[in-house]
Nanobody, 129 residues
């Protein structure tokens, strides 16, 4: 059972930046190399939404329109880590951010909740105006 642990959430002012980290365990480096990695977020009273994802082959990335140009996802396969850099943060970015992973995710499902079996517990990002 793959385990994911997020860190890096914080309270920042609008315009600020953060880097979220996701550490994967109970998975070999070889297997991790086949996993799609993604970040989702969920604000109070709203559905969980896909923010950014990266496919394991070809370096394909996907971003929600609301974060394009501001957020960047990356993966360190050797360290079994995923990162999300959040720049130019806005109050509407306030949410719990979750890391997700799965080896079965298709390119079409990169930003869908149903595309992932493994989830972390989340890290809170709060942006004040």
């Amino acid at each position: 059972q793959v385990q994911l642990v997020e860190s890096g959430g914080d309270s920042v002012q609008a315009g600020g930046s953060l880097r979220l980290s996701c550490a994967a365990s109970r998975v070999s480096i070889g297997a991790f190399g086949t996993y799609s990695m993604a970040w989702f977020r969920q604000a109070p009273g709203k559905e969980r939404e896909g923010v950014a994802a990266i496919y394991p082959f070809g370096g394909l990335t996907a971003y929600a329109d609301a974060v394009k140009g501001r957020f960047t996802i990356s993966v360190d396969r050797a360290e079994k880590m995923s990162y999300l850099v959040l720049n130019s943060l806005k109050p509407e970015d306030t949410a719990m951010y979750y890391c997700a992973a799965d080896w079965r995710t298709t390119r079409a499902a990169l930003l869908t909740v149903n595309g992932y079996h493994y989830w972390g517990q989340g890290t809170q990002v709060t942006v004040s105006s």
